[in-house]
C-alpha cells in the first residue's frame, strides 16, 4: 500500500514539496472550499504556476485534472488563463480536453491533461 504525506502549503510549491515524474495523477479544485469562507478564493496567479508544477509533478502516462469553478468573482478569468496554458503545450508531449455542460453556462468546467506515456523529457511548448 502506497505511503500518503499530507503538506500544508500553497499549491504552487508541489514540486519542491513532491519532486518531478512521481504522481499518476495531480489533481485540482479550484475557487473555494466548500462550506468555507467564500471570500477565500485560488487566484490565477498561484494557480498557474501550480499547474506548471503539475507539469514536472506528474509522470509519463499520468493525469492532471483540474475542476474549474467560474461562478465566483474571478473564476472565470481563472479558468480562462489556466486554459490559455494548457493549450499552448506541445501536443508532441501533452494531450487535453475540456468537458462543461452546455446548458449551465455558469456550471464547473473540467479541464485534463494527460502527460502522454513516450513524454520522458518535459516539453512545455
Not at 485540482?28 to 467564500?38: A, I, Q, R, V
Not at 455542460?101 to 513516450?118: C, D, F, G, S
Amino acid at each position: 500500500m502506497p505511503e500518503l504525506h499530507l503538506q500544508q502549503g500553497c499549491h504552487s510549491q508541489m514540486q519542491q514539496l513532491v519532486g518531478s515524474n512521481v504522481a499518476k495523477l495531480v489533481a485540482f479544485n479550484l475557487g473555494y472550499l466548500p462550506g468555507g469562507d467564500k471570500r477565500i478564493i485560488t487566484q490565477a496567479g498561484s494557480t498557474l504556476q501550480a499547474v506548471e508544477a503539475a507539469l514536472e509533478v506528474v509522470c509519463p502516462g499520468g493525469l492532471i485534472s483540474i475542476m474549474c469553478y467560474i461562478g465566483h468573482p474571478g473564476g472565470l478569468e481563472e479558468y480562462e488563463q489556466v486554459r490559455d496554458l494548457l493549450a499552448g503545450l506541445s501536443p508532441n508531449y501533452w494531450t487535453s480536453s475540456e468537458l462543461r455542460l452546455v446548458n449551465r453556462p455558469t456550471a464547473p468546467i473540467m479541464l485534463l491533461l494527460w502527460r502522454r506515456q513516450n513524454a520522458q523529457s518535459l516539453q512545455h511548448s
